[in-house]
Nanobody
Protein backbone atom coordinates (compact mmCIF):
# COMPACT_ATOMS: atom_id res chain seq x y z
CA UNK A 1 0.00 0.00 0.00
CA UNK A 2 1.53 3.30 -1.11
CA UNK A 3 1.70 5.88 1.60
CA UNK A 4 2.65 9.52 1.08
CA UNK A 5 3.18 11.64 4.17
CA UNK A 6 3.58 15.40 4.03
CA UNK A 7 5.32 17.40 6.74
CA UNK A 8 6.67 20.87 7.36
CA UNK A 9 3.50 22.91 7.28
CA UNK A 10 2.73 25.63 9.79
CA UNK A 11 2.09 29.30 10.38
CA UNK A 12 4.41 31.87 8.81
CA UNK A 13 4.28 35.60 8.19
CA UNK A 14 3.95 37.00 4.71
CA UNK A 15 7.35 37.21 3.06
CA UNK A 16 8.66 34.24 5.01
CA UNK A 17 9.65 30.74 3.95
CA UNK A 18 8.64 27.16 4.63
CA UNK A 19 9.95 23.85 3.41
CA UNK A 20 7.53 21.00 2.92
CA UNK A 21 8.59 17.40 2.60
CA UNK A 22 6.79 14.38 1.18
CA UNK A 23 7.98 10.93 2.19
CA UNK A 24 6.84 7.87 0.26
CA UNK A 25 6.69 4.28 1.45
CA UNK A 26 5.19 1.03 0.23
CA UNK A 27 5.80 1.72 -3.44
CA UNK A 28 6.03 -1.28 -5.74
CA UNK A 29 6.59 0.91 -8.78
CA UNK A 30 8.68 3.89 -9.87
CA UNK A 31 6.40 6.90 -10.32
CA UNK A 32 6.69 8.98 -13.47
CA UNK A 33 6.19 12.15 -11.48
CA UNK A 34 5.52 13.39 -7.98
CA UNK A 35 3.58 16.58 -7.62
CA UNK A 36 2.43 19.13 -5.10
CA UNK A 37 -1.09 20.52 -5.08
CA UNK A 38 -2.93 22.80 -2.72
CA UNK A 39 -6.50 23.45 -1.78
CA UNK A 40 -7.86 26.49 0.00
CA UNK A 41 -11.33 26.48 1.62
CA UNK A 42 -14.06 26.70 -1.00
CA UNK A 43 -11.63 26.39 -3.91
CA UNK A 44 -10.61 23.70 -6.34
CA UNK A 45 -7.43 21.72 -5.80
CA UNK A 46 -4.69 23.65 -7.59
CA UNK A 47 -1.48 22.42 -9.17
CA UNK A 48 1.64 23.85 -7.52
CA UNK A 49 4.69 22.01 -8.82
CA UNK A 50 5.96 18.62 -9.92
CA UNK A 51 9.14 16.75 -10.61
CA UNK A 52 9.38 14.15 -13.32
CA UNK A 53 11.74 11.44 -12.19
CA UNK A 54 13.15 10.62 -15.61
CA UNK A 55 15.46 13.57 -16.19
CA UNK A 56 14.37 15.44 -13.06
CA UNK A 57 12.36 17.88 -15.13
CA UNK A 58 10.37 20.32 -13.00
CA UNK A 59 7.26 22.32 -13.77
CA UNK A 60 5.40 25.00 -11.78
CA UNK A 61 2.03 26.61 -11.58
CA UNK A 62 1.96 30.23 -12.68
CA UNK A 63 1.12 31.52 -9.22
CA UNK A 64 4.28 30.09 -7.63
CA UNK A 65 6.88 30.43 -10.39
CA UNK A 66 10.03 32.10 -9.16
CA UNK A 67 9.06 31.63 -5.50
CA UNK A 68 8.77 27.86 -5.02
CA UNK A 69 11.29 25.15 -5.85
CA UNK A 70 10.58 21.42 -6.01
CA UNK A 71 13.34 18.85 -5.59
CA UNK A 72 13.49 15.11 -5.15
CA UNK A 73 15.72 12.43 -3.73
CA UNK A 74 15.00 9.10 -5.37
CA UNK A 75 17.13 7.12 -2.92
CA UNK A 76 15.26 8.55 0.05
CA UNK A 77 11.91 8.54 -1.75
CA UNK A 78 11.30 12.13 -0.73
CA UNK A 79 10.18 15.25 -2.55
CA UNK A 80 10.62 18.69 -1.01
CA UNK A 81 8.90 21.95 -1.77
CA UNK A 82 10.86 25.06 -0.80
CA UNK A 83 8.45 27.99 -0.53
CA UNK A 84 9.86 31.51 -0.39
CA UNK A 85 8.28 34.97 -0.42
CA UNK A 86 5.07 33.51 0.88
CA UNK A 87 1.84 35.43 0.44
CA UNK A 88 -1.49 35.25 2.24
CA UNK A 89 -2.99 33.67 -0.89
CA UNK A 90 -0.62 30.71 -0.49
CA UNK A 91 -2.64 29.64 2.55
CA UNK A 92 -4.02 26.17 1.87
CA UNK A 93 -3.68 22.50 2.63
CA UNK A 94 -0.77 21.18 0.59
CA UNK A 95 -0.83 17.66 -0.81
CA UNK A 96 1.78 15.55 -2.52
CA UNK A 97 0.83 12.91 -5.05
CA UNK A 98 2.37 10.18 -7.21
CA UNK A 99 1.67 9.70 -10.89
CA UNK A 100 2.12 6.00 -11.44
CA UNK A 101 1.27 5.69 -15.12
CA UNK A 102 2.90 7.11 -18.19
CA UNK A 103 0.72 9.56 -20.10
CA UNK A 104 2.03 10.65 -23.48
CA UNK A 105 2.44 14.40 -23.93
CA UNK A 106 1.40 15.01 -20.35
CA UNK A 107 2.71 17.83 -18.22
CA UNK A 108 1.49 16.04 -15.12
CA UNK A 109 -0.09 19.28 -14.00
CA UNK A 110 -3.64 18.24 -13.25
CA UNK A 111 -4.91 16.21 -10.35
CA UNK A 112 -6.47 13.66 -12.71
CA UNK A 113 -3.01 12.47 -13.73
CA UNK A 114 -2.09 11.44 -10.21
CA UNK A 115 -2.96 8.13 -8.63
CA UNK A 116 -1.89 8.26 -5.01
CA UNK A 117 -2.28 11.12 -2.54
CA UNK A 118 -1.09 12.09 0.89
CA UNK A 119 -3.32 13.45 3.65
CA UNK A 120 -2.01 16.99 3.37
CA UNK A 121 -0.31 19.54 5.58
CA UNK A 122 -1.70 22.96 6.46
CA UNK A 123 0.18 26.09 5.47
CA UNK A 124 -1.09 29.37 6.85
CA UNK A 125 0.45 32.68 5.83
CA UNK A 126 -0.50 35.68 7.93
CA UNK A 127 -0.53 39.10 6.33
Amino acid sequence: QVQLVESGGGLVQAGGSLRLSCAASGRTFSPYATGWFRQAPGKEREFVARIRWNGRNTYYGDSVKGRFTVSGDNAKATVDLQMNSLKAEDTAVYYCADARYYRASSYYSTRYEYDYWGQGTQVTVSS
